[in-house]
């Protein structure tokens, strides 16, 4: 953890110290759970669709990986961070809070910082629920194929959201740490299985060819790798979960480095394999088998747990827009099926998840990962009150204005790269309910 936090942990507005405000939780997460929880919301999707964003970038997307890899676990910690000083300096943020992010826009920036963060949030959770819905109806339609052949992808999703619907009433992270614990040995699993099978697809295919990559296409490759290592929308809402949230910058540590072991692999496999022949879906370019059959089923499995992962800090934020109580009930159910709904609708309306796995990473998480943080931060650092004034290193200074730079730059491009491939002949996808429509109608 940034050393800044040290200073403040004995200063708070009351003048009692950290152990008189009891602010460690007695149950939570620990650093093992809270970094499992990191790598189940964001394993896997990225994973699938890495192989193609790299061969979009070229070589390069290969830097890339480490480069954002490094970066968003520095800021991770850096978002860590900033929590944990406004949770010293206002005691009304001690404890469970639903909204520990957009609090850290509105505490630094008003009710813009706020809106601004809650947008970016609900979005890039609304996005990334639709891409873990398409691809579990994917993969179960390709598992089912010889069986249920008339059963179309679009009844798949209808399908995947009634199993995912129960689950998704769940309340906060601790009270459900065996689905993330589950997400993160079934990808591990199965990234393990997915290399192998690609190393022996190497033998019986000709030399590999690579497309030279264009600026659409690496700025695109740039929106999904920032997509694959983005988990910061949710961050704070693991720290807020633990036993002692000052410990989450070793959680993020953690977490990236078993992501990194994850993705490398698969990436590099994927690239020198099939090269310009990979699918925006790497499972729909390996060779079919049982290796393949075993990788569907635990993707699959890991895709279940982490849309439950991934669209709670987004029904908690909803939940305290309309004052829903914490504990389970009626009003819960309800409102947690409207937005099970709404993700169904996305995905229904755009069922290729490529596109919005591009945009999302290019535009929100951009935000949220690249641009928040360190700003965030960097305001803390400069407010006055009544609490010890924090020093930031010069050279501390310029590489987190320098990652606000890159983010902002790259963001602006990859989201209009997102949207030129969305807009591009022969992109656009029908939705499923015309499909259905013009399907009675004949």
């Not at 598992?143 to 959201?161: E, P, Q, R, T, Y």
């Not at 309306?349 to 535009?363: D, E, H, N, R, Y």
Request: aromatic letters at 12%.
């Amino acid at each position: 953890m940034v050393d800044a936090t040290r200073k403040h942990s004995s200063s708070f507005p009351d003048g009692l110290n950290m152990e008189d405000k009891k602010v460690k939780a007695v149950h939570g997460l620990t650093i093992w759970t809270a970094a499992v929880f990191i790598v189940g919301e964001i394993a896997g999707s990225g994973v699938l669709a890495l192989p193609s964003a790299v061969e979009g970038a070229g070589w390069i997307g290969m830097v890339m990986l480490f480069l954002c890899c490094f970066i968003s676990t520095y800021t991770g910690d850096v978002l860590g961070t900033a929590w944990c000083i406004i949770q010293d300096r206002y005691e009304q943020y001690r404890g469970h809070i639903r909204y520990p992010y957009p609090a850290i826009g509105e505490i630094t920036y008003g009710k813009p910082g706020r809106y601004l963060v809650s947008f970016s949030i609900n979005f890039t959770m609304y996005g990334g629920a639709v891409v873990y819905l398409i691809l579990a109806s994917e993969n179960l339609q390709s598992l089912f194929a010889d069986v249920h052949k008339d059963i179309s992808f679009c009844f798949w999703l209808l399908i995947v959201a009634g199993i995912l619907l129960p689950l998704s009433w769940l309340g906060t992270p601790k009270d459900f740490w065996p689905i993330a614990v589950g997400a993160a040995v079934a990808t591990g699993t199965a990234c393990i299985i997915l290399t192998t099978n690609m190393v022996i697809d190497k033998k019986d295919l000709p030399e590999v060819v690579h497309d030279t990559p264009g600026f659409v296409s690496f700025f695109t490759a740039f929106g999904t790798i920032c997509f694959a290592f983005g988990g910061h929308p949710a961050f704070p809402t693991f720290q807020t979960d633990m036993k002692d949230h000052r410990q989450f910058g070793k959680a993020v540590l953690l977490a990236y480095m078993i992501v990194l072991c994850m993705y490398i692999p698969v990436s590099v496999t994927g690239y020198f394999v099939y090269g310009k022949d990979t699918q925006p879906n790497i499972l729909q370019t390996v060779s079919s088998g049982p290796m393949l059959v075993t990788v569907q089923i635990l993707v699959t499995l890991h895709l279940f747990c982490g849309f439950i992962i991934i669209i709670n800090p987004f029904s908690q934020e909803v939940e305290e827009i309309f004052k829903v109580p914490h504990h389970f009930g009626w009003k819960r159910c309800l409102l947690r099926t409207v937005l099970v709904a709404l993700v169904l609708f996305g995905a229904e309306t755009v069922p290729k998840f490529g596109a919005i796995l591009a945009l999302v990473g290019g535009s929100t998480i951009s935000i949220l990962a690249f641009i928040c943080p360190p700003l965030f931060y960097l305001k803390l650092t400069k407010m006055e009150g009544d609490w010890e004034k924090i020093e930031v290193p010069l050279h501390k200074r310029v590489a987190l204005y320098e990652i606000v730079f890159v983010g902002l730059v790259a963001g602006i491009a990859s989201t209009y790269s997102a949207f030129a491939g969305l807009l591009a002949p022969g992109a656009f996808t029908v939705p499923c309910y015309i499909n259905i429509t013009a399907a009675s109608g004949s």
